[in-house]
Structure formats: C-alpha cells, structure tokens
T-cell receptor
Framework: GQQLNQSPQSMFIQEGEDVSMNCTSS?????WLWYKQDPGEGPVLLIA?????ELTSNGRLTAQFGITRKDSFLNISASIPSDVGIYFC??????????FGKGTKLSVKP | NAGVTQTPKFQVLKTGQSMTLQCAQD?????MYWYRQDPGMGLRLIYY???????DKGEVPNGYNVSRLNKREFSLRLESAAPSQTSVYFC???????????FGQGTRLTVV
C-alpha cells in the first residue's frame, strides 16, 4: 500500500502568499518527483530530484530532496490564482516502482 | 507533440460489460504504466510494462488485464466491469523504468 505521507491534505491560498507542502516516508528514497494536476487533466511533472540535499527551482516553485532521504518539500512563492490544483509527490526506492502521495489540494480563499 | 494519448476520455459501462482502454505514446519511451485514481487515494499502479514484450502486476491488478501491443501502445482491459472499478484511469510512460513519468489526460470510467 501507500508508504508516502503528504501534508497538508488541503490548503487555501490568497494571491501573493507563499505555500509549503511536504512528503515523508519511513523508507529511504532515491528519487523524488513533484507533479501538479489540474481538474480534468493528467498530472504534469514540475520538478525531479535525484540527490539528497538537492534544491531545484522551476520558476516560482522550489523543491528539496531531504538530507535524510526520507522526505521532500515543495514551496511555491508569491502564489497566483492558476496555482490552484492538486500537487502530488512521488518517490522511488532503490527497488520497486514509483509510489505516489495522496495529494495536497490547493484552493483559493473564499 | 502529442505525448501520451488515451482513448476514450469518458465511458459508462453496465456491470459485467467489458471494454479496453487504449494508450499510445510518441516519445519512444520503453516503459508504460496504468494507474487508477480514486478520491483520497492518490494514484495506484495497476499494471506496467518495463519494456516491449513484458508486463507485470502493480499494486491493484485484480479485475484487469493488459497488452503491450508494441513499443508505442499499452492497453488495459476490463473483462467484466464492476462498480468498484469506477475510477479515473491514467496511462503513463517513462523513458526507462522508474524515471520521470509522463501522463495522459485520463479516462473517466463509471460502472453502473
């Protein structure tokens, strides 16, 4: 079954705010991937991380491969309305297939 | 660039009916995957094909069969659909097994 804990499950953003989410595992991972899914679409790859401690940016998005190799973080700076959607982390151990977190749903504050 | 193409996009089946979901990729990737996505469950692997000519079970293979028709195409078959198979199905491809996955747009299947 699922071995990744992704948090928070959901969050509300106001335009301009910074957003943080993370994934943790009890196992060591060799690869961390972050995806975004818009309604009615498939997940789209945002950032790929392959080395412990690695910090990679893609525009306003920054992701880090945790030093312990058991976690990863995604930050979105200065959020905009089109950032809403579901963000998934995915990890891979030395053996086995990619494992996906259950997602963090980003919505706009009412 | 089409990437990963899935057909159909939507389907309603009656319990017991069969159908095949089609997937094709034009990125010359070796590995192809079928996932299902259910609310609150994330993406769960049904079957995968690490390379042409091979297929393996994933986390939730019961009730499904697959065929890797050639390097481009990987189909998922439901022989006797059940309401528990109501889900959104995604096909994905990877250059080689367990590198970055690229997803299709999904097939929304309802079994009544």
């Amino acid at each position: 079954g699922q071995q990744l804990n992704q948090s928070p499950q959901s969050m509300f953003i106001q335009e301009g705010e910074d957003v943080s989410m993370n994934c943790t595992s009890s196992s060591i991972f060799n690869t961390w991937l972050w995806y975004k899914q818009d309604p009615g679409e498939g997940p789209v790859l945002l950032i790929a991380l392959y080395k412990a401690g690695e910090l990679t940016s893609n525009g306003r998005l920054t992701a880090q491969f945790g030093i312990t190799r058991k976690d990863s973080f995604l930050n979105i700076s200065a959020s905009i309305p089109s950032d809403v959607g579901i963000y998934f982390c995915a990890g891979r151990r030395s053996q086995g297939n990619l494992i996906f977190g259950k997602g963090t749903k980003l919505s706009v504050k009412p | 660039n089409a990437g990963v193409t899935q057909t159909p996009k939507f389907q309603v089946l009656k319990t017991g009916q069969s159908m095949t979901l089609q997937c094709a990729q034009d990125m010359n990737h070796n590995s192809m995957y079928w996932y299902r996505q259910d609310p609150g469950m994330g993406l769960r692997l049904i079957y995968y094909s690490a390379s042409e000519g091979t297929t393996d079970k994933g986390e939730v293979p019961n009730g499904y069969n697959v065929s890797r028709l050639n390097k481009r195409e990987f189909s998922l078959r439901l022989e006797s659909a059940a309401p528990s198979q109501t889900s959104v199905y995604f096909c994905a491809s990877m250059r080689v097994v367990n590198t970055e996955a690229f997803f299709g747009q999904g097939t929304r299947l309802t079994v009544v």
